[in-house]
């Protein structure tokens, strides 16, 4: 552990806002049998010393049902699961923690599963990064970017940042958000234009979103439609050979349920 980084964490808890199903077989190459998946929307709440409540994703909300005609085909290649009682903001109450407790938020892309519950939490810091931003006003519906959930009212909220920087992870980008080394947001190009991670070398973790869906996937081959889907599929292949090649760190994604186990743990 580096000099000066020990103890600004003080608490770090994962909350599942959401899920939706996905059949292994028809992801990845490797698996030859049919094998529903549940890819629960996971949300990292990072507690500092000075910095207080961090919020890493929304998860996902009832506005995932309410885009029209776009809601319906999400929903019908990825049939989703969101009850009143999977929102960020009502788990988050039940352990006494208000929307004005949190002190600011890190998007890591702007995919429905991590952004629904943006919608609720006015006033509140968000973070991300400079080329999501870019996609807010330019953002297409193939690229999975649904205006709906990021309302014109938050464009006052969001600060753009660039994760270019020299990294404790020496493959990786980042940049120090706080200024501490304590919560580095981290380059993950592939999957979406501009997706970020958030690694807190204090307690070892690195939350990489969707740069892969599982740790267990790390070195599994995606099918053509998945392939599809990811912003830019050769940085993908090359950000899971990066993540693949680290030691000694816990890699966490959005949706491995496997991960979430070993989260538990700390
Ligand atoms: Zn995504």
Redesign the pocket.
């Known amino acids: 552990m580096q000099n000066g980084i020990e103890n600004k964490i003080t608490n770090i808890k994962f909350y599942n806002c959401g899920y939706c199903m996905n059949d292994l077989k028809r992801m990845y190459k490797e698996i030859k049998k049919h094998e529903k998946m549940i890819f629960q929307a996971r949300v990292m709440l990072i507690e500092h010393k000075t910095y207080g409540k961090i919020l890493v994703d929304t998860g996902y909300s009832h506005r995932i049902y309410e885009n029209g005609l776009t809601s319906k085909l999400y929903h019908l290649i990825n049939p989703t699961t969101y009850r009143k009682k999977d929102h960020i903001l009502y788990q988050l109450r039940k352990d006494g923690i208000k929307h004005n407790d949190i002190s600011m938020i890190i998007l890591t892309?702007l995919?429905p599963?991590?952004i629904g519950g943006l919608g609720d939490m006015k006033n509140t810091k968000i973070i991300m990064s400079h080329k999501c931003r870019e996609r807010i006003t330019g953002a297409r519906y193939k690229e999975l970017v649904f205006p709906n959930q990021i309302g014109k009212s938050m464009e006052n909220q969001i600060i753009p940042v660039h994760v270019n920087h020299k990294s404790p992870l020496k493959d990786f980008n980042g940049m120090d958000l706080l200024g501490d080394g304590s919560v580095w947001l981290m380059d993950l190009e592939g999957?979406?234009y501009g997706q970020i991670g958030v690694y807190i070398p204090e307690k070892k973790i690195f939350y990489v979103a969707?740069a892969v869906w599982g740790i267990n996937y790390l070195k599994y081959r995606l099918r053509l439609i998945p392939r599809l889907i990811q912003n830019d599929y050769n940085a993908y292949v090359k950000t899971v050979k990066k993540l693949s090649a680290l030691k000694g760190v816990a890699i966490i994604s959005t949706h491995g349920e496997e991960v979430y186990k070993d989260a538990q743990k700390i």
């Open positions: 892309h995919h599963d991590h999957h979406a969707d």
